[in-house]
């Protein structure tokens, strides 16, 4: 089994609204990841988990903080949102943090900030 | 390894062979991988390889890596309407992937 789920399949939400977003995973890895994806372009790495700890952070606005309350789950936390951010919001997960490790890609959760 | 780059389009008639090229700059990355994308969906990966090998094949999919000129190609054997997608190389170095800019690969029947 090489799934990732996450949830919402979509979002619309205000400036002023917080809403999460969910990633998980049931292969036992131990890295995850969220990216960012625009329309017709490549997925923009944002963070990077490994073990539960944060292990790189792309210089991400603090509008979005991620948490990983366990080795299954990646939350990103959305709060005052601009509409720029509207995207397609990706999680991936690897067996351990390497560049041998291949990512798994979740389907993704389509933003929009109105 | 931040220079991934691939043409952005390629049309082919349902049962020809579609050949998707891609070049990176990064010597030292070790994997390299092709994913595949549909229209509103997340990336599904396709196939990798080590950068020590010449070549891959799997089912319908070869890849051909050429090391000394930073040259990676999918070829898709057989190609049909729904091998219509966007397709990314990525390059892993250390602990990230860089992508390249995606091929969209449209299929005439």
């Known amino acids: 089994d090489t799934e990732v789920t996450q949830t919402p399949k979509h979002l619309v939400m205000g400036m002023t609204n917080k809403k999460s977003l969910k990633c998980e995973q049931h292969?036992?890895?131990?890295?995850m990841y969220w990216y960012k994806q625009k329309a017709k372009k490549p997925p923009e790495l944002m963070f990077v988990y490994s073990y539960e700890k944060l292990s790189i952070n792309e210089s991400v606005p603090s509008r979005f903080s991620p948490e990983c309350p366990n080795s299954s789950l990646l939350n990103l936390h959305l709060h005052a949102l601009q509409p720029e951010d509207s995207a397609l919001y990706l999680c991936a997960s690897s067996r351990l943090l390497a560049e041998q490790e291949t990512q798994y890609f979740g389907p993704g959760t389509r933003l929009l900030v109105l | 390894g931040e220079d991934v780059e691939q043409s952005l389009f390629l049309s082919v008639r349902e049962g020809d062979s579609s050949v998707i090229n891609c070049t990176y700059t990064?010597?030292?990355?070790?994997?390299l991988y092709w994913y595949k994308q549909e229209p509103g969906a997340g990336l599904q990966l396709l196939t990798y390889?080590?950068?020590?090998?010449d070549m891959k094949q799997d089912q319908r999919l070869t890849v051909l890596l050429n090391k000394k000129d930073k040259h990676l190609s999918l070829r898709i054997a057989d190609t049909q309407t729904g091998d219509s997608a966007i397709y990314f190389c990525a390059e892993a170095d250390f602990n990230k992937f860089y992508f390249g800019s995606g091929t969209k690969l449209n299929v005439k029947p």
């Open positions: 292969m036992g890895h131990r890295a």
């Open positions: 990064d010597s030292s990355s070790t994997y």
């Open positions: 390889i080590f950068s020590n090998m």
